[in-house]
């Protein structure tokens, strides 16, 4: 049986999703509007002279529960583009010298189309189209699955109202997240810092690939109350606090960058697939607020696509 899927994203559910068709024997192409894959999963890259090193700007790590997400964390380490990460229980782990490095490897027989922005998907007759906003065409493809997040799906499925009763229903914090680097190694080698439950503006800070290159993000409070302000002052009252950590080191860099649906706040509740097209949504947004749930969301809305190609 041979169907043309589309799926719309290429952050970790949607390459979930595509994995799945693949072991079905379903062949599909991702497209994403951005440069690299990844989403949230991101790597943004600063050259010491000609060395490239690299900020974890997005998801800092992640876990294991399921025994398909530990059996895929197995295969990275023994192959060397996962690495644990701390000394955590349960463990976390990390892409291997960037977060995308995880990734590309998952990925890396799947068909990719980067710097394609899908603005419409609508069903006629016993296809579903969708125009491309950079060729200005329509496309004709047998199914597809959308995984940007939740409001952004939701403006995306205006001719599946099932969807958007779906997606209406969640809801996520933002995060401010300030990238920054030190003219040498600090004193102080720790790899991270957990400000969880503390006072202060700072959730999170964390090294990337080395000691000199870090980010900090914000916490839930702080973001969700003053993302929409100047950059120059967030940029200003977040550096005032990393630097009462770091302040015996010389910080000579530092670049901010706002997560507007960063962390699940409230779940996605309804169908994840459209009552009568083969249209179905994934992301974190349906199953929790980290890596393995958009994964484990993708898996799902892959099988209820193949399902669906089945009863037809």
């Avoid at 027989?109 to 609508?122: G, M, S, W």
């Avoid at 439950?197 to 839930?220: D, Q």
């Avoid at 393995?292 to 099988?303: H, M, R, V």
Wanted: hydrophobic share 35%; aromatic share 14%.
């Amino acid at each position: 049986m041979s169907k043309k899927i589309l799926i719309i994203g290429s952050g970790i559910a949607g390459i979930s999703s595509s994995l799945k068709l693949k072991s079905y024997g379903f062949n599909s192409t991702i497209v994403d509007k951005g440069n690299f894959i990844g989403g949230r999963i991101s790597t943004k890259e600063i050259k010491f002279g000609a060395k490239p090193s690299f900020f974890f700007h997005g998801a800092q790590f992640f876990t294991a529960k399921t025994q398909k997400f530990k059996n895929i964390i197995h295969v990275g380490i023994k192959n060397n583009y996962i690495i644990e990460f701390g000394n955590f229980d349960p463990k976390r782990y990390r892409g291997n010298k960037t977060m995308r490095e995880f990734l590309l490897n998952l990925s890396k027989e799947l068909h990719f189309q980067q710097n394609v922005k899908i603005t419409k998907i609508v069903p006629i007759d016993n296809k579903i189209n969708v125009l491309d906003d950079k060729k200005k065409e329509w496309i004709s493809y047998d199914g597809v699955i959308s995984t940007p997040p939740a409001p952004q799906n939701y403006k995306l499925l205006n001719e599946f109202p099932s969807l958007q009763e779906t997606l209406k229903t969640g809801s996520y914090h933002t995060c401010i997240a300030i990238m920054f680097t030190f003219d040498q190694i600090p004193v102080n080698e720790k790899t991270h810092y957990d400000f969880y439950k503390k006072p202060g503006i700072l959730s999170w800070m964390a090294a990337g690939s080395n000691h000199r290159v870090w980010t900090a993000h914000t916490n839930e409070e702080f973001s969700d109350s003053n993302y929409y302000k100047d950059k120059d002052f967030l940029k200003e009252i977040i550096m005032s606090s990393i630097k009462k950590i770091f302040f015996r080191s010389k910080i000579n860099f530092h670049s901010l960058h706002i997560w507007k649906y960063a962390k699940v706040k409230n779940k996605c509740l309804g169908p994840q697939i459209d009552a009568k097209y083969p249209v179905a949504i994934a992301g974190d947004f349906m199953e929790g607020q980290n890596v393995e749930a958009a994964f484990t969301s993708g898996e799902k809305a892959a099988d209820l696509i193949f399902d669906r190609f089945q009863s037809q």
